[in-house]
């Protein structure tokens, strides 16, 4: 069984989405730890109403930015940790933690990458909406030492209406969020990740 190790800093419907596809057999993992850097954050209780053991760290916690990264790669060891989804996790990952996880590590981001790579939910939307696209959507990627740069596994589209607010395109964003992130990790889960040419996708 698949040990995931979940990242996560804020709301966490991507966590409880993940949680949900777990128990309702959708996705045949296990969810071995959520690491979160807001003790405050929703997602904590969220992890907490699955049962999933819950490791909090704080930046203000710890002496350095370094070490408060080297004790995130040093909580997922400790729980066995085979593949790690990052899901709102606000902060740039070190190699420290990048690199033990190499092809087994991904983030969900809400645009179409490569477009409005390197800002944090909801800055993504709000570019899309001023940029005056018709299409905008989700992609689930691979984490590298590039930030929101690794292969990308999967999209899905979403419609950019007339009329959209942030909060109305990141909703509709998000609903597709909460299906297709579930549905990559089974991939990841059955080795369905397949390496041609140098692009990575998922059968
Ligand atoms: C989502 O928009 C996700 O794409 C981005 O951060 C947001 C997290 O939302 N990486 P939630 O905490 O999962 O509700």
């Given at each position: 069984?698949?040990?995931?190790?979940?990242?996560?800093?804020?709301?966490?419907?991507?966590?409880?989405?993940?949680?949900?596809?777990?128990?309702?057999g959708r996705?045949?993992?296990?969810?071995?730890?959520l690491?979160?850097?807001?003790?405050?954050?929703?997602?904590?209780?969220?992890?907490?109403?699955?049962?999933?053991?819950?490791?909090?760290?704080?930046?203000?916690?710890?002496?350095?930015?370094?070490?408060?990264?080297?004790?995130?790669?040093?909580?997922?060891?400790?729980?066995?940790?085979?593949?790690?989804?990052?899901?709102?996790?606000?902060?740039i990952?070190?190699?420290i933690?990048v690199d033990?996880?190499?092809?087994?590590i991904?983030?969900?981001?809400?645009?179409?990458?490569?477009?409005?790579?390197?800002?944090?939910s909801?800055?993504?939307?709000?570019?899309a909406?001023?940029?005056?696209?018709?299409?905008?959507?989700c992609?689930?990627?691979?984490?590298?030492?590039?930030v929101?740069?690794?292969?990308?596994?999967?999209q899905?589209e979403?419609?950019?209406?007339?009329?959209?607010?942030?909060e109305s395109?990141?909703?509709r964003?998000?609903?597709e969020e909460h299906?297709?992130?579930?549905?990559?990790?089974?991939?990841?889960?059955?080795?369905?990740?397949?390496?041609?040419?140098g692009?990575f996708?998922?059968?």
């Amino acid at each position: 069984m698949m040990r995931l190790g979940l990242l996560a800093s804020g709301r966490g419907s991507n966590v409880e989405a993940i949680l949900e596809a777990i128990r309702e057999g959708r996705l045949d993992a296990a969810a071995a730890v959520l690491v979160c850097d807001r003790p405050d954050a929703a997602v904590v209780e969220i992890a907490v109403r699955f049962g999933v053991p819950v490791e909090l760290l704080p930046r203000a916690g710890l002496p350095t930015r370094a070490a408060q990264q080297a004790r995130v790669a040093e909580v997922l060891a400790a729980h066995r940790v085979d593949v790690v989804a990052l899901a709102g996790w606000s902060s740039i990952l070190d190699p420290i933690v990048v690199d033990p996880f190499e092809r087994r590590i991904l983030n969900i981001h809400p645009s179409l990458l490569p477009a409005f790579a390197g800002s944090m939910s909801p800055e993504p939307q709000a570019a899309a909406i001023r940029a005056g696209i018709a299409v905008s959507g989700c992609t689930v990627h691979l984490v590298t030492r590039e930030v929101d740069a690794g292969p990308i596994l999967a999209q899905v589209e979403v419609p950019v209406l007339p009329g959209d607010t942030v909060e109305s395109l990141s909703a509709r964003i998000l609903a597709e969020e909460h299906r297709l992130y579930p549905r990559v990790l089974q991939s990841v889960a059955e080795g369905r990740i397949r390496l041609d040419d140098g692009v990575f996708n998922v059968t």
